[in-house]
């Protein structure tokens, strides 16, 4: 078995990417976490993969100002320098231009805290909870250029109890997060899940 090699894309604390860390230690893993990649150089994310012994990398946004296309070519240009397969976003807080999302067509994947296509975008425990909505939880979609909404490769589920706020809902949520995220990347990795495929899904 050839493991794909896997960005993951950060910008804080980072515990996303150290549960497909984590799945990734397996033998039967199909994918490698080959590089961490954050554009937050104090990002906490860095120094817990550092310790994982993953090679890390920093692209730091602000020089380029508002040159989105050119922060991007730079993070392109580190991703194949590691001969990247996969990107993983999680918890990259910087929105990415069609440029780049099209190279990186269906081998790039985000997690969502939130049933898509429920609440795309920031808040989202928040306006669940205003919303009073009685289940909430986590998606990986193949990522597009429309933001958070790309075909889904699987969510879940849970419930929201009774005196919830905006930290208990995400806690748990969370957990939902690490679970569903390893499981995602294992079926593209495999071949098993493409943005073909998950796209005709989609579209029922
Ligand atoms: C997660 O809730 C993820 O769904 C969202 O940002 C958060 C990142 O958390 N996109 P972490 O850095 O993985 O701990």
Redesign the pocket.
């Known amino acids: 078995m050839t493991r794909k090699r896997v960005a993951v894309l950060?910008?804080?604390?980072?515990?996303?990417?150290t549960a497909l860390i984590e799945a990734a230690a397996a033998p039967d893993y199909p994918a490698q976490i080959a590089l961490v990649l954050s554009n937050e150089p104090d990002a906490a994310?860095l120094g817990r993969a550092r310790l994982a012994g993953i090679a890390t990398a920093v692209v730091d946004h602000r020089p380029f100002g508002q040159d989105r296309e050119a922060f991007e070519r730079a993070l392109d240009e580190t991703l194949h320098a590691h001969r990247i397969d996969l990107v993983c976003?999680?918890?990259f807080m910087r929105l990415l231009t069609p440029w780049f999302v099209t190279r990186w067509s269906g081998r790039m994947l985000?997690?969502?805290?939130a049933l898509l296509p429920q609440f795309k975008g920031l808040h989202t425990h928040r306006r669940a909870l205003e919303a009073g909505m009685q289940r909430h939880g986590?998606t990986v979609h193949f990522v597009v250029p429309e933001m958070d909404s790309g075909p889904i490769v699987l969510q879940d589920s849970v419930p929201v109890r009774e005196g919830d706020t905006e930290q208990t809902l995400?806690a748990r949520?969370?957990e939902v997060?690490h679970r569903i995220y390893p499981q995602a990347l294992r079926l593209v990795a495999e071949g098993r899940v493409t943005l073909a495929a998950a796209t005709t899904a989609t579209r029922g």
């Open positions: 950060i910008s804080g604390r980072g515990s996303n990417m994310g976003l999680a918890g985000n997690i969502h805290p986590a995400a949520v969370l997060e």
